[in-house]
């Protein structure tokens, strides 16, 4: 199993691009979060999606999109990129009971110039 | 007061002492807490959860205390391979969204 998989790895992007950040989980878990990290700010949730079908926003939605293609995957789009949005951003799924472990994707690095 | 709030550090320790860290909690419903750890540029890894009546793994010990709304890390016997950032989870309540990580506290094991 490769867990959760995450593409790209780094990104450089313009002000005002768009992109889409990949995410996939084989472990069949039924929730799968987005973050974004920034030093001295920790793990911070973007949006989460608890089953296949369903998004909400987390504490810091403004800015992103998400899909939740399928049970698997889960994509995050940034439609106008902009410098504040440099960050490294994780993808985590988890079984869906809210006792259990977080498992990360590798993380995706994001300079916006 | 911060939902979850943990010292940054870093705590520089030399190799082979013990080495303690807090990390304290906002909302006392919270229902289950955890301590994650992440290296430099990596995502971050379970390192253990953190059960009512404390539990151990290997050299690593979890404290939960309710009453104070604290939960603790104690590494025995730091190795070199200890450094790292420990993160502190705390589960607030029963949505996905309510699970808050603290910023991290830095530890460097010196040879």
């Known amino acids: 199993n490769a867990g959760v998989t995450q593409t790209p790895k780094f990104q450089v992007l313009k002000t005002g691009q768009s992109m889409t950040l990949q995410c996939a989980q084989d472990?069949?878990?039924?929730?799968m979060y987005w973050y974004r990290q920034d030093p001295g700010m920790g793990l911070r949730l973007i949006y989460y999606s608890a089953s296949e079908g369903t998004t909400d926003k987390g504490e810091v939605p403004n800015g992103y999109n998400v899909s939740r293609l399928n049970k698997r995957e889960f994509s995050l789009r940034l439609e106008s990129a902009a410098p504040s949005q440099t960050s490294v951003y994780f993808c985590a799924s988890v079984q869906g009971l809210l006792q259990e472990t977080q498992y990360f994707g590798p993380g995706t690095r994001l300079l916006v110039l | 007061r911060k939902e979850v709030e943990q010292d940054p550090g870093p705590f520089n320790v030399p190799e082979g002492a013990t080495v303690a860290f807090n990390c304290t909690y906002s909302?006392?419903?919270?229902?289950?807490f955890f301590w994650y750890r992440q290296d430099c540029r990596k995502e971050p890894k379970l390192l253990m959860s953190v059960y009512s009546s404390g539990n151990e793994d290997g050299r690593f010990t979890a404290q939960l205390n309710r009453a104070s709304q604290y939960i603790s890390l104690l590494i025995r016997d730091s190795k070199l391979s200890d450094s790292a950032t420990y993160l502190c989870v705390v589960n607030m309540g029963w949505r996905d969204d309510k699970i808050i990580f603290g910023k991290g506290t830095r530890l460097h094991i010196l040879p």
């Open positions: 909302n006392s419903a919270s229902q289950s």
């Open positions: 472990m069949n878990h039924n929730s």
